[in-house]
């Protein structure tokens, strides 16, 4: 192989670049961060030099892989199976489940009131960043209420909103890692729960993370509870 340094790159060879880091990243030498990072690089990259600095922690002899006679060959053994993939996928979610499960035991913070009320007729109401007291009782008359819990604190493992509402209703912005039990009745409405995609959905969540339970009565109107991601 001929030196590769001081000579520019083609396309074929960025390609390659960018298969062995992901590669890699199915091996989990790299994350998804580190793998988007770099392959953005590879896809700049003009010089030989830079693919093979950004190869040179995680394959031996980068400039051989990439420019040697066999460098197709090679190059093809690094690309991940479907399973590597699968698996790769899999262990970015168990990480993902175990930091929203030891942030979700932080939200209960205790020191709130036992009970809240808020009451929207013909406007609105919005309650975000707010001490969730042990029970909040809100009404809307021809009317809605917006509560957003992402940045919230929990006086209570157990927390109750009653959403009552007569043409009208509420929205809910819940965290990941918090259960939602949905209950209460509605008489021509309804009552949702609706898990964003690539959320954890709140029913497969461990019995010691919080508890939020939706309670109350709509009547021409409901509540939409929505579990959000990150």
């Given at each position: 192989m001929s030196d590769y340094k001081d000579k520019r790159c083609t396309d074929q060879e960025r390609s390659a670049a960018v298969e062995v880091l992901?590669?890699?990243?199915?091996?989990?030498?790299?994350?998804?961060?580190?793998?988007?990072?770099?392959?953005g690089k590879a896809h700049a990259a003009t010089q030989r030099s830079e693919l093979v600095d950004l190869l040179d922690d995680l394959v031996d002899e980068p400039a051989g892989l990439l420019f040697g006679s066999g460098a197709s060959t090679a190059v093809a053994?690094?690309?991940?199976?479907?399973?590597?993939?699968?698996?790769?996928?899999?262990?970015?979610?168990q990480r993902h489940r175990e930091m929203v499960l030891a942030r979700s035991r932080s939200l209960v913070t205790g020191g709130g009131s036992e009970t809240g009320f808020s009451l929207a007729i013909f406007g609105g109401v919005t309650k975000a960043a707010w001490q969730v007291p042990k029970a909040h009782w809100n009404f809307n008359i021809f009317g809605g209420s917006d509560f957003d819990l992402r940045q919230c604190r929990f006086s209570d493992p157990v927390t109750t909103l009653w959403l009552n509402s007569c043409f009208g209703g509420a929205d809910v912005l819940v965290p990941e890692g918090v259960r939602v039990d949905m209950g209460g009745l509605a008489i021509f409405g309804g009552n949702e729960l609706v898990v964003e995609n690539g959320a954890i959905h709140p029913n497969s969540l461990p019995a010691d993370a919080p508890l939020l339970l939706i309670r109350?009565?709509?009547i021409f109107g409901g509540s939409t509870v929505k579990v959000v991601r990150g």
């Open positions: 992901s590669g890699a990243m199915a091996d989990g030498q790299l994350t998804l961060t580190e793998f988007d990072e770099r392959s053994r690094r690309a991940p199976s479907d399973v590597e993939w699968a698996a790769h996928q899999a262990s970015d979610a109350g009565l709509s």
